[in-house]
C-alpha cells in the first residue's frame, strides 16, 4: 500500500495539518450547530403565516407544559443551547487563553446523543399520539419534517466531532466526506416538501459542483488560469439540446448524451487549448475569456442554423426509465447528478494522484524545471484542459434536461466567475474545498438572493417599513462574487479549506516564469 | 522530520527497475545506457516542424496579413456600399478608436509597469460616466453647456478635471487596497483579484444605477455639422473626440517623457529593482501610473457619454476586453502602440460590422485577440524580448 | 561518435552575444568541465543544449542526431539531465515526488490508468517510488524522503536535484554548478558522488567554479569567456594556459587554479 505510506510523508508537517484538521472541525461543529438552530427555527422562520406550527421549543415557552413532550422539549433546548454556542465559545476561550479539555468534549457528546434521542422519541410523539398543541401538523405546506430531519442531522454531526475530535483534526478529508455524504444523499428526502428546494439542489449546487470539479482540475491542479470555463457548459448543453430536443428531431437518451457532452466538450478543449496553451499564465486567462464570450455570441447568432439563435433550443427532453420519471421530481435528477459527481471525484482524486497529477503539481511550481524533466508541458496542460472541459461537458448535458430549455444567457461570464468564486472560496486545488464552496455560494446566490425579494416583502408587511419590499436582491450577486475573490485572496488566498501545500505556496509567494516566457515566445 | 522506514517489498524485477539494495545498487539506470529513438513523437511529431514553420511564418507577417485585411475590408464596404458609407464608417471607427485608445493606454500603463491585467479598468471607465454624468446634474451643467458656448467650455472645464480626479482616487485606491499586498504573490493571486474588483464595482453599479440604460443627456452638449465631405456629414462632436483624444495622448507622451515622475515610471517598468535601489518611491510611482490611467478612462468616458449619451453598468466589461485588445495590438506596456492600436481596433469594429453584420463585431475583436496572443504576442510593433531562464 | 558535439554554436540576446562559435565534442564516459568567468556564457550553453533556449546560429548533435530545435521534454527523452545552478526543484513536492517526476516520461501509466488505478498503474507506481526511495537512498537523502523540498537543507536540495535528474534515466548529466554555496565536506561528498556516476558509466558535462574539484574530476577542461571559447585541453594544459590566466586574473581563482 504505498498510499498509505505516501499520505505518511505528507502528514509530516505537523502543524499545517493541525490547522487544517483544526478549520474542518470548526467548519463542521459549526455546521452541527447550525442545522440545530435552523431545525429550532426553521418552522417559525418560513412558516411565518401557520402560526406555531412547527417543533419548536419557544412555543413550549409560550404555551404551559401539557404532556411528556412538552418537557422533554426543555430538555432538549438545554442540548440546543449547550451544541449552538460550543462553536462560539472555544475561540473565544482560546483566545482568552484556555482550552476545553477531553470532558467538555464528553459532556457535549452527551448532549448530541442526547438531543438526537429525544428528537427520535418527540417525534415519535408528534406523529403517533399527535400531542398538541406544541407541534403542527406534519401536512404539505409545512417544514415541520425538514425541522426534523435538519434537528436529527446536527445531532449526529455534533455526535462525530465531539465524540471522536482527534480522528477528524488527524484526518479531515475523510472526516469532511462522512460528514457531508449523508446530507447529500438524504437532501431530496428532508426537503420533499419544499420542490423549489430541490430545484436549487439538482439545478444549481449539484451543476455547479460539477463544474467546478471540474475547473478545480485546470485552475487548482495545473495552475492554470481558465476564464471561459462556461464555453464548455455551453458546448455539453447545446449538444444534449440538440440531440434530445424536437428542434432537430432527435431524441437520444440522457445517459448517452452526457458522455456525449463530455466528449464533444473535451475535445473542443483540446481544439482551443492546443494553440493557447504555450502563452504565459495571465495572456491565457484572456484568450480563454475570449472564447468564452466567442462561444455565447456564436449561439445567438445561430451558427449554421443549430443553436436557434438568442432563443435557444427549447423542449429538451427529461428523461423516463420505468419508474424512474424526470420530469414529475428534481430528486431523481438530483440523485443522478450526485451518483456522477462521486464518480468524477473519486476518478479526479485518482488522477491528481497519479503520473497525470504529479506532472500537473511539477508544472504549476516550475515549469522550466518540469520541462527540464521530461514533461511535456503543452500535452500535460492540454490534458488538464481537456478533462476540466469534459467534465463541464458533462454538466452542460444534465443541465439541458433540467431546465428543458438552453439560451445564449445562460452561460454568460457571469457564470464563468461564479465558478471561479467557487474554487477560490473553498480552497484551490483542494476537491473537499471545492464541494464545500459550491455548496456555500449556490446557497447565497442562488437560494438566499432570489427568496430574499420574497422574505423582505414579508417582513416588510409585517414590522411596516416599506422601504423593505421591492428591493432586488440578486442584484448583489455581483458584489457577492466581487468581495469572495477580493477578501479571499487577500485574507485566506489557500481558501476555507485550502489544499495541502497551496496555503503556504500562495503566501510565501514567488512565481517561476512560464517555459514561454523564457523562450521568449510569448 | 521523520525518519523514513523504506517502503514494504515490492514486487521485484517489475519493468526492470532494480531493486537491490546494498552495495550493488546502481544510481544510473542500466536503460540509461541504451541507445534510445525518442524522435519520432507519433503522427503528430511529424506535424511539429511543418506547424511550427507555419506559425513561424504567421508570426513573422502577422502584422502586414492584419494591415492588409483591415484595408481589404474598408475597401470592399466601399465597393458594396458605396464611398459615402464608407466614409461614414472611417469617421465612426474613429470616434470609437479614440475611446479605445484612451482606455486602451491605462490597461498597458499598468500592465508595463506591474504585469497585472487590471481587469477592473474597464469598469473604472464605467463608474467615472457615473461621476460625470453625477457632477453634471450636481452642478446644473446640463443647461450651462447647452445654453452658449462660453458655457460649454466651462462646463467641460469643470466635468473634466473632477471626474477625472474622481476616477484617478478610485484607480489608485484600487491599487492600494486590492493589488498593492498581492504584488510579490504568484501571479494568479492579483489576477484573480483583478476580476473581483471588477465584478465589485459592476455589482455597486448594478444596484446603484440600476440594470437598465441611463441617459446622461450629455449628448446633447455639443451639436451641429462642423463640414462635410463627399456627402460624409462631420459633426463637432466628432471633431471634439478624436481632437480631446488626441491632445490628451500627446500631453500624456509628454508627460512619460518630461517629467519626473513620468522617468521614474519608465525605470520601474524596466526594473522595479533598480529603480528602488535608484531611490524612486515605487508605491508612489505604482500609485500615480493608476491615477492616470483612471484618469485617462475618466476622460474616454465623458467623451463616450458626450458622443453617446447613454451608459450602463455593464458596458465596461466588454468596452475594457476591447480595449485590451487595442493595447495588446500595439504591443503591451507600449504607450503610443495603445493609442495607434485603439484606432486600428476601433477600424477592425466597425467595418467587420458592416461586412459581417453588427452582431458578429464583438466575436470578431474577440478572435482578433486570440490571434494576436496566439501568434504575436509582442504587438505589431513590439520586438522580442527574453526573460531570463 | 562523440556523445554530445556542439559545432559552431552561437546565441544571441538582443545585442549580446552570449555563446559566440562554440566547438566541442564530449565522448562517451568522460567528464568535460565547463569553466569561465561568471558571465562567460556557460548556463546559456547549458540552456542551449537542454532546449531552453533556441539556438542562433551552429548544431548539437547527441550521438549523431540533431537535437538543436527540440522542444526540452524530448531532449531528456533522449537521455541528457541537467540540474540548475539557482536551484529549480518543486518546492511544495515532497522529495520522493520530486524525484518520482523524474520519471514521468518513462512511465507508462496512461491516464485512464491512473484514473481507474488499474492494476498496472499500481503496480508501476509502487516500482517507481520504490526506485526513487533507492535513488534517495544512495544519495544519502532518505531521512528526508517525505519532506518538501523546500524545507531541505541548501546542500542537500542540490543532491535532491541530481536524484531527480537521474531518475529521468540520462545518458548525459550537465551539472551547473553543483558545489556552489555547498561546505568542504559537502564537497568532498560531492565529488565521490560525481566519481560514482563516471564508475557507472555516465557522461557528464560539469559547470563549476571550485577549481580544485574540476582539476581533480574531469578528463577535459573548456574553458569559455565573453562567450568564446579560448581554450581546451587536460586539466593540466588549461591551468598553463596563458589565456586562461589572463581571463581569470584578479578573479581569485587564477591562484586556486594554480594550487589546485
Ligand atoms: N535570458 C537572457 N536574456 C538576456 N541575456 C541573458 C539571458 N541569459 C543570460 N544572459 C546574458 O548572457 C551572458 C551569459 O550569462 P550566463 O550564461 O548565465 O553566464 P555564466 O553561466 O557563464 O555565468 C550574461 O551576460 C547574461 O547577462
Ligand atoms: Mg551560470
Known sequence: ???????????????????????????????????????????????????????????????????????????????????????????????????????????????????????????????????????????????????????????????????????????????????????????????????????????????????????????????????????????????????????????????????????????????????????????????????????????????????????????????????????????????????VSLVVIVLLRNIERSRVGRAWVALREDEVAAASTGINTTTTKLLAFAIGASVSGLAGAFYGSIVSIVSPDDFSFSVSIAVLSIIVLGGIGNIAGVILGSFILTFVIFWVLPNMNEWSTTLSQTVHVPGLAGIDFSSYTYIIYGLALILMMLLRPGGLLPSRARQIELESGGESESLAAVQGVA | MSEYKGPPAADPGALGVGTSRGGSAMLVAQSGLAPRHGRAGGILGGLGPLVRLLQGWISTYFSLLLLGMMALAIGLTGVQHGV??????????????????????????????????????????????????????????????????????????????????????????????????????????????????????????????????????????????????????????????????LVLMFALGAFVRRTRLGKAMRSTAQDRTAALLCGININRTISATFFIGSALAAAAAIIYSINYGVLKWNIGFHLGIIAFTAAVLGGIGNIVGAGVGGFLIGIIYVFGGSLFGGEWSEALIFAVLVLILTFRPVGLFGVEVTTRA | ???????????????????????????????????????????????????????????????????????????????????????????????????????????????????????????????????????????????????????????????????????????????????????????KELMQLIARLRDEGLTILLIEHDMRLVMEVSHRIVVLDHGEKIAEGSPADVRTNPRVIEAYLGTGASNEMQSA
Not at chain 1, 301 to 328: A, E, H, R, Y
Not at chain 2, 108 to 118: A, D, S
Not at chain 2, 175 to 190: H, I, K, N, S, T
Not at chain 3, 65 to 77: D, V
Open chain 1, 1 to 339: 500500500m504505498p498510499d498509505r505510506f505516501r499520505s505518511l510523508f505528507r502528514a509530516d508537517t505537523g502543524q499545517g495539518q493541525r490547522t487544517r484538521g483544526n478549520t474542518v472541525f470548526w467548519i463542521l461543529s459549526s455546521t452541527a450547530a447550525a442545522l440545530v438552530l435552523m431545525g429550532w427555527l426553521l418552522p417559525w422562520f418560513v412558516d411565518a403565516y401557520s402560526a406555531g406550527a412547527g417543533f419548536s421549543p419557544q412555543d413550549a415557552l409560550i404555551s404551559p407544559p401539557t404532556g411528556v413532550g412538552t418537557i422533554l422539549i426543555y430538555v432538549l433546548a438545554v442540548t440546543m443551547v449547550i451544541l449552538v454556542a460550543s462553536p462560539l465559545v472555544e475561540p473565544l476561550a482560546r483566545l482568552r487563553g484556555t482550552t476545553f479539555g477531553r470532558r467538555a468534549d464528553r459532556i457535549r457528546l452527551i448532549a448530541a446523543l442526547v438531543g438526537f434521542a429525544l428528537t427520535v422519541v418527540i417525534w415519535f410523539l408528534v406523529s403517533v399520539i399527535q400531542e398538541e398543541p406544541l407541534f403542527g401538523s406534519f401536512g404539505p405546506g409545512t417544514y415541520t419534517d425538514s425541522a426534523v430531519w435538519l434537528t436529527m442531522y446536527g445531532y449526529a454531526l455534533a455526535a462525530l466531532v465531539y465524540g471522536a475530535r482527534p480522528w477528524v483534526v488527524g484526518r479531515q478529508t475523510l472526516a469532511f466526506g462522512i460528514a457531508v455524504l449523508p446530507f447529500g444523499i438524504f437532501l431530496p428526502l428532508m426537503f420533499h416538501q419544499a420542490p423549489d428546494f430541490l430545484d436549487w439542489a439538482a439545478g444549481s449546487l449539484a451543476i455547479y459542483m460539477l463544474l467546478a470539479l471540474g475547473l478545480n482540475v485546470v485552475v487548482g491542479f495545473a495552475g492554470l488560469l481558465d476564464l471561459g470555463y462556461a464555453a464548455f457548459f455551453a458546448i455539453g448543453a447545446y449538444a444534449c439540446a440538440s440531440f434530445a430536443s424536437p428542434t432537430h428531431n432527435i431524441h437520444w437518451p440522457l445517459w448517452i448524451l452526457i458522455f456525449l457532452g463530455a466528449a464533444i466538450a473535451s475535445l473542443f478543449g483540446a481544439v482551443l487549448g492546443a494553440p493557447t496553451l504555450r502563452l504565459r499564465g495571465d495572456y491565457l486567462a484572456i484568450v480563454t475569456l475570449g472564447f468564452g464570450e466567442i462561444i455565447p455570441d456564436l449561439a445567438t447568432n445561430n451558427v449554421f442554423n443549430l443553436t436557434g439563435g438568442p432563443n435557444g433550443i427549447s423542449g429538451i427532453d427529461q428523461p423516463k426509465f420505468w419508474f424512474l420519471n424526470f420530469s414529475t421530481s428534481p430528486r431523481w435528477y438530483y440523485w443522478s447528478l450526485l451518483l
Open chain 2, 84 to 245: 459615402t458609407l464608407m466614409g461614414e464608417q472611417i469617421k465612426n471607427a474613429l470616434v470609437l478608436g479614440a475611446i479605445y485608445a484612451l482606455v486602451a493606454i491605462g490597461y498597458t500603463m499598468v500592465y508595463g509597469i506591474i504585469e497585472l491585467i487590471n481587469f477592473a479598468h474597464g469598469d473604472v471607465f464605467t463608474a467615472s460616466g457615473f461621476y460625470a454624468f453625477g457632477f453634471a446634474s450636481l452642478f446644473h451643467l446640463d443647461s450651462l453647456a447647452t445654453g452658449s458656448f462660453g458655457g460649454l467650455i466651462l462646463a467641460l472645464v469643470i466635468v473634466f478635471p473632477l471626474s477625472m480626479i474622481a476616477a484617478g482616487v478610485t484607480g489608485a485606491l484600487i491599487e492600494f487596497v486590492a493589488y498593492r499586498r498581492l504584488r510579490d504573490a504568484p501571479r494568479l493571486a492579483p489576477l484573480i483579484t483583478a476580476i473581483g474588483v471588477s465584478f465589485l464595482i459592476e455589482g455597486i453599479m448594478l444596484v446603484v444605477e440600476g440594470p437598465d440604460n441611463v441617459t446622461t443627456h450629455m449628448a446633447s452638449w455639443i451639436n451641429g455639422e462642423a463640414f462635410s465631405i463627399a456627402g460624409v456629414s462631420v459633426g463637432y462632436t466628432d471633431l471634439f473626440v478624436i481632437g480631446m483624444a
Open chain 3, 1 to 187: 561518435m562523440a556523445l554530445l558535439e556542439l559545432a559552431h554554436v552561437s546565441k544571441r540576446f538582443g545585442g549580446l552575444l552570449a555563446v559566440s562559435d562554440v566547438s566541442f565534442n564530449l565522448d562517451r564516459g568522460e567528464i568535460l568541465s565547463m569553466i569561465g568567468p561568471n558571465g562567460a556564457g556557460k548556463t546559456t550553453a547549458f540552456n542551449c543544449v537542454t532546449g531552453l533556449f533556441p539556438i542562433t546560429s551552429g548544431s548539437i548533435t547527441l550521438d549523431g542526431e540533431p537535437i538543436s530545435g527540440l522542444p526540452p521534454h524530448r531532449i531528456t527523452k533522449l537521455g541528457i539531465a541537467r540540474t540548475f545552478q539557482n536551484i529549480r526543484l518543486f518546492a511544495f513536492m515532497t522529495a520522493v515526488d520530486n524525484v518520482m517526476v523524474g520519471a514521468h516520461w518513462w512511465m507508462k501509466e496512461r491516464v485512464w490508468d491512473g484514473a481507474f488505478r488499474t492494476g498496472r498503474a499500481r503496480r508501476e507506481e509502487r516500482s517507481v517510488e520504490q526506485r526513487a526511495l533507492e535513488l534517495l537512498d544512495l544519495l544519502g537523502l532518505s531521512r528526508y524522503a517525505g519532506s518538501y523540498a523546500r524545507e531541505m537543507p541548501y546542500g542537500l536540495q542540490r543532491r535532491l536535484e541530481i536524484a531527480r535528474a537521474l531518475a529521468t534515466q540520462p545518458r548525459l548529466l550537465l551539472l551547473d554548478e553543483p558545489a556552489a554555496g555547498l561546505n568542504t565536506q559537502e564537497k
